[in-house]
């Protein structure tokens, strides 16, 4: 059985979506099911990509969302389900520094 992951060390999700209204329904989703403390929703961005072996550009609006450790999983999984496209970029990894307080407020989610 593998060991839980601390609620203490902080956690960011990085996700690009097709608009601003599909990212904040995801980041309110999120939010409502506990898994993370905030989500900030960057204007738009161009995606330079291949993707099926074709090169394409689109327009895009990404998502940082902050949580912690222990619900990284949950979260990631939880954001590729309810995201729009088949095959989101989601990414998650744990933080190597944070001001206290913000690991304080991080650890305080989902417990």
Not at 45 to 69: C, D, P, Q, Y
Not at 70 to 78: G, M, V
Not at 97 to 107: D, H, K, N, Q, V
Request: with cysteine; proline share 7%.
């Amino acid at each position: 059985m593998t060991e839980a992951a601390p609620r203490d060390v902080p956690a960011l999700l990085w996700c690009p979506f097709p608009d601003g209204e599909s990212a904040a329904a995801c980041v309110h989703a999120l939010l409502d099911e506990g898994l993370i403390a905030c989500g900030n929703i960057l204007p738009a961005m161009t995606a330079i990509f291949v993707w099926n072996g074709t090169r394409s550009t689109a327009e895009e609006t990404g998502a940082l969302l902050k949580t912690n450790a222990a619900l990284l999983e949950p979260a990631t999984r939880r954001l590729a389900q309810l995201h729009p496209y088949d095959e989101p970029a989601v990414l998650g990894w744990r933080c190597d520094a944070a001001a206290s307080g913000t690991a304080a407020w991080l650890a305080g989610i989902g417990g």
